[in-house]
């Protein structure tokens, strides 16, 4: 599937998001934003507020909700929503070589630039390639979402790890059957 790179990986950064682990650390949110530094200006503060954080989970919820429902209707509502929390502010630039479109002023505090990012990145996808094309994994023990980039939007798990043990149990359930 030939996405826009930047579009491409904005919705990454918006799953990576939704499947972000928050029960093992109350600061989670800081801690991903670390980890995903390379979307924000440098100069931008990352520590986020006990609020702060709360709002992050809310973003992260809303990215979920849109890969989890399963009509057009549902989509377009929790995409708005999540559209509704975005403050986006276009600009061009060729910082890594490419010119390619940022969605959130350079200036803007390290949330917003992240639901910016998020929210612009997962429309993106969804007005250009379908809402059909995220979704949750289909492995019994997860509940991670993704999104299919595969040609044919075949893709029904998170991962390769969750798709290979998926075959293994469903090859065991026939021997045992
Ligand atoms: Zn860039
Ligand atoms: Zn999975």
């Known amino acids: 599937m030939d996405y826009d790179t930047y579009g491409s990986n904005a919705v990454e950064l918006a799953i990576h998001l939704a499947n972000a682990d928050r ?3 109350p600061d989670w949110a800081a801690a ?12 931008t503060a990352l520590d986020l507020s006990p609020a702060e954080t709360r709002r992050a989970a809310a973003t992260a919820d809303l990215v979920r909700a849109v890969a989890v429902a399963d009509s ?14 975005a403050r ?4 061009a630039t ?6 390619h479109l940022h969605y959130a002023r350079p200036d803007a505090p390290v949330l917003d630039q992240l639901t910016t990012t998020v929210a612009m990145g997962l429309s993106q996808v969804v007005a250009q ?4 094309r995220l979704g949750v994994c289909s492995a019994e023990t997860c509940d991670d979402v993704y999104v ?10 998170c991962s390769n790890t969750c798709a290979s043990r ?3 149990a469903a090859y065991r359930a026939r021997r045992k059957a």
Request: net charge negative.
């Open 88 to 91: 986006p502010h276009p600009y």
């Open 23 to 25: 029960a093992s650390d």
């Open 94 to 99: 060729d910082h890594d070589g490419e010119l």
């Open 72 to 85: 057009q209707d549902d989509v377009i509502a929790r995409l708005n929503e999540l559209l509704a929390l």
């Open 166 to 168: 998926s075959t293994v």
């Open 32 to 43: 991903f934003l670390r980890a995903h530094d390379e979307w924000f200006t440098p100069e």
């Open 129 to 132: 390639h379908g809402w059909q």
């Open 148 to 157: 299919d980039t595969s040609r044919n939007a075949s893709r029904r798990y």
